[in-house]
T-cell receptor
């Protein structure tokens, strides 16, 4: 069965370190998204991609970057981790070729920046 | 600026009753609206999508309405069960009237169904 996976599931890192969160989907979806979820804020869009070599900034993109070199993967990089980036991160993907707009979410990565 | 509000952070009801959750939006002209369910420690799961030209959509015990004049969607769970306890999120496409774009989510309503 097709799926979307995230790794690691839990990560503790120190302030200032570079961290990369992986997202891999086997749906063959063109659209991929990264969100962060915090108490009191809900899900907020960080970056998104509508296809290979396409990336776009979302609502809370400062301090984060993404690159899309193939259809299956959209890694999220924190260039210099800050305590404010402690959060739960969700990756999602969706179709682009049909009128099916639902997003499929991964299980999430809990990141703690100390 | 665009804004989505889910009026209640928490809703507590008894088993067998109908739960009604509200999603309001401003400064949007969405092509469609989606509802997701999220259980603790898990990613959201898609439940229903309703388009701007649809007034109502049903799926088993779930019913969604979409009033573009009031800028509001109502999400109903009939004959609620303790297993329905979860956080429910509404979401709109980020760009006005352009389906398939990134989504903007409400903060969610946590539903607790007691037996």
């Amino acid at each position: 069965d097709a799926e979307i996976t995230q790794s690691p599931r839990h990560k503790i890192t120190e302030t200032g370190r570079q961290v990369t969160l992986a997202c891999h989907q086997t749906w063959n979806h063109n659209n991929m998204f990264w969100y962060r979820q915090d108490l009191g804020h809900g899900l907020r869009l960080i970056h998104y991609s509508y296809g290979v070599q396409d990336t776009n900034k979302g609502e809370v993109s400062d301090g984060y970057s993404v690159s899309r070199s193939n259809t299956e993967d959209l890694p999220l990089t924190l260039e210099s981790a800050a305590s404010s980036q402690t959060s739960v991160y969700f990756c999602a993907s969706s179709e682009s070729e049909t009128e099916i707009y639902e997003q499929y979410f991964g299980p999430g990565t809990r990141l703690t920046v100390t | 600026s665009q804004k989505i509000e889910q009026n209640s952070e928490a809703l507590n009801i008894q088993e067998g009753k109908t739960a009604t959750l509200t999603c309001n939006y401003t400064n949007y002209s969405p092509a469609y609206l989606q509802w997701y369910r999220q259980d603790p420690g898990r990613g959201p799961v898609f439940l229903l999508l309703i388009r701007e030209n649809e007034k109502e959509k049903r799926k088993e015990r779930l019913k969604v309405t979409f009033d573009t004049t009031l800028k509001q969607s109502l999400f109903h769970i009939t004959a609620s069960q303790p297993a329905d306890s979860a956080t429910y999120l509404c979401a709109l496409d980020m760009l006005d009237n352009q389906a398939g774009t990134a989504l903007i989510f409400g903060k969610g309503t946590t539903l607790s169904v007691s037996s």
